[in-house]
């Protein structure tokens, strides 16, 4: 507990999160009599020393060559071809953006950041409130959680032993589900207010096969990390090293747009953001060397299998602990700390592991996304200078909206599972 509260108390005063989690693991080994400080550093060594961690540095990397190389304007533009009529014009736009985003950035973070800079001031001045901008774009990010390459899966599926190329499957159709009910939820809410849409005539087939074909490189990439992890042609490092390929070779022979200079800038872009991730990884292999030490996940399986064995009331009571914790921690950290302590006690009552990790990615992500931590949020507010209590009053259609389709997913998990099974 002491050194709980010591974690909590390094995060208020602004401690960086990674060196939260070094120097509490460091604080158990000094003050512990029987585990010497050594044990800690092998832990954290340890913990870089796999293969499919690399698949994180090259989708970030990835990720940041795209923007430079014209597909993420390209994808904006045939997002706004698409969806620009309908009631709710650049709202919707953000929500097709997400999806489409989805197999680019890997990260919801990085894609509410994204989508604040380049959408965020033109909803503001095409009518829509504050709240409602920030709102849309913090909460249309959590596709990107369950859309392949989703770095929290390739998280998931590392440290819970489970198959990354399921689980990349195992999130497309919640993706799309996700897409659609937040796309109803901004109609419901535009129509209400009375918002325009921003075009006043629906797309022609011609001008969205035009409009296909000048984006058809960032349009197949989801595809084909799909069909490549799937059919073992490549391993999901393999991939985000493809992707990388991938996408300097489109900026460079497809659009003509990506130089040197660029490709350089994406490098030191991503270099800050790699070494955020991994040092929480590597610092985090150290907590959780802690909870096995401690055995806290046998604790805490027994005592939620005391309470029930029931495979529902435990994944119900599973979620619950994931959202509260969600809003009080990184959706990162806690994906890495509490995988080992739940997956095992999930498995233990008959519950598939792939299922699970949707819902957990979902709710992980969804506590970005709300008070009182929600990185999410808070980086779509500082950007648009938006007031935490306007944001959450706005937001309050979207939140029930998302609690509504994970509780289906949760319900009927053949949604989520018929793809990987039919496909595996």
């Given amino acids: 507990m002491i050194l709980l509260a010591i974690f909590i108390l390094l995060l208020i005063v602004g401690m960086p999160l990674s060196f939260s989690l070094l120097l509490t693991g460091l604080g158990y080994f000094t ?14 060594v340890a913990a870089s020393q796999s293969f499919p961690l690399l698949a994180i540095p090259f989708f970030i990397l990835a990720g940041q060559v795209m923007n430079k190389s014209g597909i993420t304007r390209r994808l ?26 989805g197999g ?5 973070i990085a894609d509410a950041a994204m989508q604040s800079r380049i959408l965020g001031k033109p909803m503001i001045d095409s009518g829509f409130s504050n709240g409602f901008s920030s709102a849309i774009i913090a909460i249309s990010a959590l596709i990107t959680a369950t859309l392949p390459p989703s770095i ?11 198959s990354i190329g399921k689980l990349f499957i195992a999130g497309i159709v919640p993706g799309i589900l996700l897409t659609m009910i937040l796309m109803l939820t901004v109609y419901i809410v535009a129509k209400k207010r009375g918002y325009t849409p921003e075009s006043s005539q629906k797309p022609s087939g011609k001008e969205i096969w ?6 058809k490189w960032a349009l197949i990439f989801p595809l084909i990390l799909v069909v490549t992890i799937r059919f073992g042609i490549f391993t999901p490092s393999e991939a985000g090293a493809f992707a990388v390929i991938y996408a300097v070779l489109v900026g460079w022979l497809a659009y003509d747009e ?12 991503s270099v800050s953001d790699i070494g955020m991730i991994m040092s929480i990884i590597l610092f985090s292999g150290m907590i959780g ?3 096995a030490y401690e055995q806290l996940p046998v604790d805490l399986a027994t005592a939620i299998t005391q309470v029930t064995e029931n495979p529902g009331i435990v994944l119900l009571l599973c ?12 959706g990162t950290v806690t994906v890495l700390l509490l995988t080992p302590i739940l997956v095992p006690m999930i498995q233990s009552v008959g519950i598939d592991p792939v299922h699970f990790g949707i819902l957990m990615l979902l709710m992980v992500s969804f506590g970005g996304t709300t008070p009182p931590v929600g990185i999410a949020m808070y980086t779509v507010c500082g950007i648009l200078k938006c007031p935490t209590d306007d944001y959450v009053k706005e937001a309050m259609p979207f939140f029930s909206a998302v609690l509504v389709l994970i509780a289906l997913l949760a319900i009927f998990p053949e949604v989520v599972l018929f793809l990987p099974n039919l496909f595996f």
């Fill in 31 to 44: 003050l512990s009599e029987h585990i010497p400080i050594l044990v800690g550093v092998q832990r954290i």
């Fill in 76 to 101: 904006i533009s045939f997002s706004n071809l698409l969806v620009a009529w309908i009631t709710g014009g650049l709202a919707h736009v953000t929500i097709v953006l997400s999806a489409l985003m």
């Fill in 104 to 108: 680019v950035s890997g990260s919801a």
């Fill in 152 to 162: 929290g899966l390739i998280l998931y599926g590392f440290v819970g032993n489970v």
């Fill in 210 to 215: 035009h409009a296909m074909k000048d984006c």
């Fill in 258 to 269: 990506i130089t040197l200079s660029s490709i350089k800038n994406a490098l030191v872009e």
């Fill in 289 to 291: 060397y802690l909870f």
């Fill in 319 to 330: 979620l619950v602990l994931l959202f509260v914790v969600g809003m009080i921690m990184e």
